[in-house]
């Protein structure tokens, strides 16, 4: 049993180092050869995703029509399913005063548990976060503050007097 001594921030280093005189060692040549690969891999991404698209249709035009229809009819139930959702939050949030940047944190299936968690949110929204100054606290002066006008004044009779 013998103990690693390697450490993993120089073996994290290193690769990172290969890259960099890797890059300065291509030169020219080397550097359009890796653009060359990547603009390669975007098309066959591409090529691969239509790939894709033109599978699923075939695999869709397979189906019967009763499988069709049953699926149509999964895909509109999750979309009225969905759209309820959004119904009951957004009448929610607006009854209850939510901001609109702040509907997505209402969360709930029922329109009470919307309800509850909108009353929760508009409550922290509510507070400050800080405590209320207690007048109790601090220095108590017994002269009375003057306004800006009568310590103007004050300021310049002295002025004139002195």
């Known amino acids: 049993m013998s103990e690693d001594t390697s450490t993993p921030t120089a073996d994290a280093e290193a690769p990172a180092d290969a890259d960099a005189a890797e ?8 550097k359009k050869a890796i653009q060359a690969e990547r603009e390669a891999r ?17 695999e869709d035009a397979n189906l019967s029509e ?3 229809s049953k699926k149509a009819a999964e895909e509109s ?4 399913a969905a759209l309820r959702t959004e119904n009951i ?5 607006l009854a209850k005063g939510v901001p609109a940047d702040l509907i997505e944190f209402l969360t709930g299936s029922t329109e009470d548990e ?3 968690k909108a009353d929760v949110l508009m409550a922290r929204i509510g507070s400050s976060g800080t405590p209320k100054p207690d007048p109790s606290q601090g220095a108590k002066g017994t002269t009375p ?10 300021f310049f009779n002295e002025s004139l007097t002195t």
């Open 23 to 30: 890059s300065q060692e291509l030169g020219d040549g080397g």
């Open 42 to 58: 975007k098309t066959a991404e591409r090529t691969a995703a239509e790939a894709l698209a033109k599978l699923k249709s075939f």
């Open 66 to 68: 009763l499988e069709r």
């Open 77 to 80: 139930a999750a979309e009225l």
């Open 89 to 93: 939050r957004n009448r929610v949030a």
């Open 114 to 116: 919307v309800a509850a």
């Open 145 to 154: 503050k003057k306004s800006t006008g009568a310590m103007f004044e004050d």
